[in-house]
């Protein structure tokens, strides 16, 4: 069992900066892939970034690639989501996942949710 916290969410002005943590409970964080996802009222929630047990592999959403990076700290049963160039889109929930599958990027593949963390982007 994982649970998972987000943190570091708010609002910030577009082409503003935030930097998302997500800390899991637990022994065996570096057991697990790890991803974000997003979701905006009214839409379903989406892939965002990934990144795998070692941190080396990573992954993005092609609408974040370029704006937003991906790490962990295995130490600190941390994963972090930096995010660059913010444009009023990326508006929305941002969740944490953790999952058994690697290179997961379908939300089915992630066992573990946290409670998500809002980002308001204004214009």
């Known amino acids: 069992q994982v649970q998972l916290v987000e943190s570091g969410g708010g609002l910030v002005q577009a082409g503003g900066s935030l930097r998302l943590s997500c800390l899991a409970s637990?022994?065996?964080?570096?057991?697990?892939?790890m991803g974000w996802f997003r979701q905006a009222p009214g839409k379903e929630r989406g892939f965002v970034a990934a990144?795998?047990?070692?941190?080396?592999?990573?992954y993005f959403a092609d609408s974040v690639k370029g704006r937003f990076t991906i790490s962990r700290d295995n130490a600190k049963n941390t994963v972090y989501l930096q995010m660059n160039s913010l444009k009023p889109e990326d508006t929305a929930v941002y969740y944490c996942?953790?999952?058994?599958?690697?290179?997961?990027?379908?939300?089915?593949?992630?066992?573990?949710w946290g409670q998500g963390t809002q980002v308001t982007v204004a214009s």
């Open positions: 990144v795998s047990r070692s941190g080396i592999r990573i």
């Open positions: 996942a953790a999952s058994a599958v690697i290179d997961a990027m379908r939300i089915d593949d992630y066992l573990y």
């Open positions: 637990g022994r065996t964080f570096s057991s697990y892939f």
